[in-house]
């Protein structure tokens, strides 16, 4: 791998776009990925925020959810925000009917924990690794990690609840970054990314 790794994003629902730009600003080849040849191409993964159990039903239709467990569990960096920490947790605290998870995190996940689409807010979160103070962070119908196991490390807490963890090669974070024009987040996550190449 080159300086610029090439990182993907999951684009069978969700705000792809603005992750793809936020990759870009952070120095990374980013593109879409759909097809489980194209994940085999990447060096990591987006996961982006969405409809979780929307997300988890087109990963097993398009035949990625397998392949994505296999790449994860293999050490493939991969980031989840919102919807994405959803699909990252070993465990769902209130699963919908049918829904699966990739897991590659030690945590447990409560969706919808802090609210409907109209309570949705900006919040100034303090993220460890992250440099040059607080994250901003929008969270839209966000989930939060209710607990996390001994291998998962806790990088940002906002209101009592943690936001944003980090296991391995693995990150998640309950809010999303990438609508915010503060690419700090995207770019930890690609200097991960060429950690591991």
């Known amino acids: 791998m080159t300086d610029t790794p090439v990182i993907g994003v999951l684009a069978l ?7 793809l730009t936020a990759l870009a600003v952070a120095d990374a080849l980013a593109r879409p990925v759909r097809r489980p040849d194209e994940l085999a191409e990447v060096d990591g993964l987006v996961i982006p925020g969405g409809e979780s159990t929307t997300m988890s039903k087109l990963a097993v239709l398009f035949g990625m959810m397998e392949p994505l467990r296999e790449r994860i569990a293999s050490g493939m ?6 919807a994405g920490m959803i699909l990252l947790a070993d465990k769902i605290l209130d699963p919908r009917s049918g829904q699966e998870t990739a897991g590659g995190i030690d945590m447990i996940v409560r969706r919808n924990a802090f609210g409907r689409q109209n309570e949705s807010f900006e919040a100034a979160v303090e993220m460890d690794e992250v440099p040059g103070g607080p994250v901003e962070g929008v ?8 607990s996390v196991g001994a291998r998962a490390e806790v990088l940002a807490v906002h209101g009592g609840h943690i936001v944003a963890v980090r296991q391995g090669n693995a990150l998640a974070t309950s809010f999303h970054p990438e ?19």
Not at 13 to 19: A, L, S
Not at 77 to 82: K, L, R
Not at 139 to 146: D, G, H, L, T
Not at 180 to 191: M, P
Request: with cysteine.
């Open 13 to 19: 629902q969700g705000d792809v776009r603005e992750h």
């Open 139 to 146: 969270f839209i119908r966000a989930p939060w990690v209710e």
């Open 179 to 197: 609508l915010t024009g503060d690419h700090r987040v995207h770019a930890l996550f690609t200097d991960m990314v060429r950690a591991v190449g």
């Open 77 to 82: 960096p991969v980031y989840g925000t919102c």
